[in-house]
C-alpha cells in the first residue's frame, strides 16, 4: 500500500493555541505510512479583497493552495470564536475558494477542535461542514474530534497533548481518515 500524505490548516493564530498543539501532536498519531505536515499560518494570508486578487493572488495564497491540491488530505483544527469559524481561517477559506486549481474539490477533508469550554468547538464544525459543502470538500462524518476542556489536556509549559485518552482517541479518528481517503481516492493509492 502507498504512503500517504496530509497537510493540516490550523485555525488559530494564538502562540499557546490548543488547536495548534493538537496539530502538533497529529504526525506522532498517524497510523504507519501516513505522514502529516502542518501549513504555514493563516495569518500569513493578507484579509481577501477582490480588488487586490485582480492584481494577481499573493504567493502566500498560492502556495498555500498548491498544499492542499498536493496532499492526499486536509486536517482543519480550529477553535470556535463566536459559534462560528475564526476569521483568519475563515479568509483563508475565502482566498483558497477563489483559486482556478480549486484545492478544496473533492479533497478528503477531516475536521478536528479544541476549546476551553464543553463543547469543544462543535458550532465551528458544523459551520465548517457547511462552507466545505460549497467547496465541494469531501468531509469525514465520523467519528468526530472535539476535545473539550482542552486545558486540562495540553501541557501549558511544553504545549503536549498529555491526556491518554484524548490522544487515543485521535489516533483512531486519524486510522478512520485513513481508510476513507484510501476509499474515496483509490486512483491515488
Not at 492584481?55 to 502566500?60: D, L, Q, R, T, V
Amino acid at each position: 500500500m502507498t504512503s500517504l500524505h496530509f497537510v493540516t490548516l490550523v485555525g488559530s493564530l494564538r502562540k499557546g493555541s490548543y488547536n495548534a498543539a493538537i496539530a502538533r501532536a497529529l504526525q506522532g498519531l498517524a497510523p504507519a505510512g501516513v505522514g502529516v505536515d502542518i501549513l504555514p499560518s493563516v495569518g500569513l494570508l493578507p484579509i481577501y479583497d477582490a480588488d487586490l486578487q485582480a492584481e494577481g493572488f499573493p504567493e502566500a495564497v498560492t502556495s498555500l493552495g498548491a498544499a492542499i491540491k498536493a496532499a492526499d488530505g486536509l486536517i482543519i483544527v480550529t477553535p470556535e470564536y463566536n459559534y462560528s469559524v475564526p476569521g483568519g481561517l475563515k479568509n483563508a477559506i475565502d482566498w483558497l475558494s477563489r483559486l482556478p486549481t480549486k484545492p478544496f474539490a473533492a479533497k478528503p477533508v477531516l475536521i478536528q477542535s479544541a476549546s476551553m469550554g464543553v463543547f469543544g468547538g462543535a458550532r465551528a464544525q458544523y459551520h465548517l461542514r457547511q462552507i466545505m459543502v460549497f467547496l465541494d470538500g469531501q468531509v469525514m462524518n465520523i467519528p468526530e474530534v472535539m476535545v473539550g476542556q482542552a486545558q486540562n489536556k495540553i501541557d501549558a509549559t511544553t504545549g503536549e497533548l498529555t491526556d491518554q485518552g484524548t490522544r487515543d482517541f485521535i489516533a483512531g479518528q486519524m486510522k478512520s481518515f485513513e481508510a476513507f481517503v484510501r476509499k474515496i481516492s483509490p486512483e491515488r493509492h
